[in-house]
């Protein structure tokens, strides 16, 4: 897609205004009557460009947000909070002091920020757990490349342990499904990203079905067989620093 301008200037004149969209709504205020099944993408799919679209990804987003609830390790505390803000404010400015005009583009650098984010919340959280003593993890923070962070989810993800009782709050927010469609997905010579990799294990049996939500929400083309996102459009865009 990077080397085809016309496609980058159809994508970003179709994304350059804000839309309005259907948004979702608290679990206590969903109408008893509502059927999710309603919401299934494989009816009435509009190859228009439209805001309505995004709903086929709101049903994601809707159970997403009642796993939070569903999940009774899941509490946060003010300590837990400012340790992973500490540590990811921390990890922008590394990130932001290696950045320069030559090498800095945005599809790469929203990578970064999110790989950031999710180690801190992993580490932050690891820390503050006492009921598993005998994992490693690196508390550095990556900076330039995945490694780090993949590393540390291998570590703790070793299936002696349920992440969901020990990282619930990594496990919520990783899970979420808008993710996806930022990340990376492939590498220079087309193989799968480790940490895209990882974030699809979490979308379990929903991946099959949120990739056809993204295909519609970006109006992909519905032949493709790949996960779509606008990571390769938005890397083409380079940050440009005074």
């Not at 009435?44 to 569903?70: L, M």
């Not at 900076?143 to 070793?158: A, G, K, P, Y």
């Not at 979420?176 to 940490?195: A, F, H, I, Q, T």
Request: proline letters at 5%; glycine letters at 2%; one cysteine or more.
């Amino acid at each position: 897609m990077i080397e085809n301008p016309q496609f980058i200037r159809m994508f970003f004149t179709q994304y350059k205004e804000i839309p309005t969209y259907t948004a979702y709504c608290e679990q206590d205020a969903i109408p008893e009557n509502r059927d999710d099944s309603s919401d299934d993408i494989s009816d009435g799919i509009s190859d228009d460009i439209s805001s309505n679209n995004i709903r086929y990804i709101v049903r994601f987003i809707k159970k997403w947000t009642r796993s939070y609830f569903d999940n009774d390790q899941l509490h946060l505390s003010p300590v837990l909070c400012s340790r992973i803000m500490n540590r990811f404010f921390a990890s922008l400015r590394k990130i932001d002091s290696e950045s320069s005009n030559e090498n800095t583009f945005i599809g790469m650098y929203v990578h970064r920020c999110l790989v950031a984010f999710f180690n801190s919340i992993l580490v932050e959280e690891f820390l503050l757990c006492q009921l598993v003593r005998n994992i490693n993890i690196d508390s550095a923070n990556p900076i330039t490349n995945d490694q780090i962070f993949v590393s540390n989810l291998s570590e703790v993800n070793n299936g002696m342990y349920s992440l969901r009782e020990i990282l619930p709050l990594f496990t919520f927010v990783f899970s979420c499904p808008l993710w996806g469609l930022y990340l990376k997905s492939r590498d220079e010579n087309g193989k799968e990203m480790p940490v895209y990799t990882e974030y699809m294990k979490f979308q379990d049996r929903d991946k099959e079905e949120l990739k056809e939500a993204y295909k519609v929400v970006l109006l992909f083309d519905k032949e493709k067989k790949e996960f779509p996102n606008p990571y390769s459009p938005l890397n083409s865009l380079a940050i440009q620093r005074k």
